[in-house]
């Protein structure tokens, strides 16, 4: 069976720059998109020009230099926001204009202060006015998390009537659980007229930890096209991760699905963006973290040594990462011990490995990691002690 492909939607530069003291500059949103179409994303959201004439500039030259993936401007169901998105795309090889409104009965009543008719056609003209512009139109649902399934649906079916290529399904606030957004994307599949001409999206937000697994559970469901960010950064605990829903969908192979991501890129962009927007990464982060390939117990360190898969069901390599780190702590054996020894060019003998590891466990319980550096001296110290056994 054929496999089928699963459009990444990368929104780092848009979503992940609303971030409090994330703010780029032109220069590096270019330099991050032009990694991103390296990377192998399909669609670069660029950015939401109406927001600001540095914002509107940074779009223009996005456009300008991203020559395969098309490029993507945000707007809302405004003329003059859609009119502007247009504007800044018009450099563009593939441009796409990225328009929606509230579809939810607390966005409806409490920010729009209206009606779900007028939601109807506000929507509807929206998506007609960007049609006008250029020929792929993406509508977002804001909210559908958290809005009723049978109007969200005619929402939808408005904006195909009117042109709309995708259609996005946010969980706006993180507030689904994944079979809850499943079911969702799922209703929307069975119920849309006309859903066969457009591509469903899914927008997880991780306020609740679960972007990435509402994410995978709406592509289950139907859903083509995953909205995601490098290192899911984002408004407030962020969106999905790209490089976590990528590596899932190239883990479990039985999905049968597909992304053109070069995934042994994922490291240095991830970095790339760390450093650009001065947002760390934890350590403790999937697939980018520090740690996503540091053993410091003992049993785990001996079954890596032995074969790494016994408790790496990812070859690092496949996301950038040059080798599985064994660290050195108090919990570690001499299984470990002596593979570090050896990675310095150090080959210890049992007795020896013995000698050293009575000494290196004293060290590593007075410091969190025991380094290169402090085995050198372990292991010299024995050399010095055998020589003085000698001389003596």
């Not at 991050?32 to 939401?48: H, K, N, P, R, Y």
């Amino acid at each position: 069976m054929a496999q089928t492909q699963i459009h990444i939607f990368d929104t780092t530069l848009r979503d992940g720059e609303q971030v409090p003291g994330c703010k780029l500059n032109t220069a590096q949103k270019i330099a991050i998109a032009q990694s991103l179409e390296t990377l192998g994303v399909d669609i670069i959201e660029a950015g939401f020009p109406i927001s600001s004439p540095g914002d509107f500039q940074s779009v223009r030259a996005v456009a300008q230099h991203v020559r395969h993936a098309t490029v993507c401007a945000l707007s809302r169901a405004v003329e003059n926001d859609i009119k502007t998105a247009a504007e800044a795309l018009e450099g563009a090889k593939h441009p796409r204009i990225h328009t929606g409104i509230g579809v939810s009965d607390i966005h409806i009543k409490y920010k729009l202060r209206t009606t779900p008719q007028d939601i109807l056609q506000r929507a509807a003209a929206a998506v007609r006015y960007a049609k006008s512009f250029v020929e792929d139109v993406e509508f977002y649902a804001e909210d559908a998390g958290r809005a009723d399934n049978e109007f969200l649906a005619r929402v939808l079916e408005v904006a195909i009537e009117n042109g709309a290529t995708v259609l996005n399904i946010p969980d706006t606030t993180g507030y689904c659980l994944p079979h809850q957004y499943g079911a969702k994307i799922a209703y929307l599949m069975a119920n849309v007229r006309g859903i066969h001409k457009a591509i469903l999206s899914t927008h997880c937000h991780n306020d609740l930890g679960l972007a990435t697994a509402n994410a995978i559970a709406g592509v289950e469901a139907g859903a083509r096209q995953i909205e995601c960010t490098i290192n899911g950064i984002g408004e407030r605990a962020g969106n999905t991760a790209l490089e976590e829903v990528v590596m899932i969908l190239r883990q479990h192979a039985d999905m049968n699905f597909y992304t053109n991501v070069n995934t042994r890129l994922l490291n240095p962009v991830s970095h790339q963006v760390s450093e650009t927007m001065g947002m760390p990464v934890q350590p403790n982060k999937a697939i980018v973290g520090a740690n996503a390939f540091a053993h410091s117990s003992g049993i785990h360190q001996d079954g890596v040594i032995k074969k790494r898969e016994t408790y790496e069901i990812i070859d690092p390599f496949e996301v950038g990462v040059d080798h599985s780190k064994i660290v050195l702590t108090a919990r570690s054996g001499r299984a470990a011990l002596a593979y570090r020894a050896k990675c310095i060019g150090i080959d210890l003998m049992k007795d020896e490995l013995d000698q050293v590891y009575t000494e290196f466990l004293l060290v590593a319980d007075r410091k969190k990691e025991v380094n290169d550096d402090d085995l050198r001296v372990l292991c010299a110290q024995l050399v010095n002690q055998s020589v003085s056994q000698l001389v003596g």
